[in-house]
């Protein structure tokens, strides 16, 4: 499950949020994990949640590297 902090920055807008509902429970659990696993490093921490927020917000999804995208 998400952080609190994360769904609140994704809640901030509504187009956003919106978005982030209709992906895949495994594509959110994926893309949460990839933000979370930059806690400790707060400026990569920034970059990948802004960087999840500006393409959920296009309604875009970030294909990763090596197929992963197949388990979304």
């Known amino acids: ?26 594509y959110k659990r994926i893309r949460i994990a990839y933000i979370e696993a930059a806690r400790k490093r707060p400026e990569e921490f920034e970059k990948r949640l802004n960087n999840f927020i500006n393409k959920t917000r296009e309604n875009k999804r970030i294909t990763g590297f090596g197929g992963i995208e197949k388990y979304y």
Do not use: C, G, H, P
């Not at 769904?7 to 992906?23: G, H, M, P, S």
């Open 1 to 26: 499950m998400a952080k609190k902090d994360i769904i609140a920055r994704l809640k901030e807008d509504k187009t956003v949020w919106n978005n982030y509902q209709l992906f895949s429970d495994t």
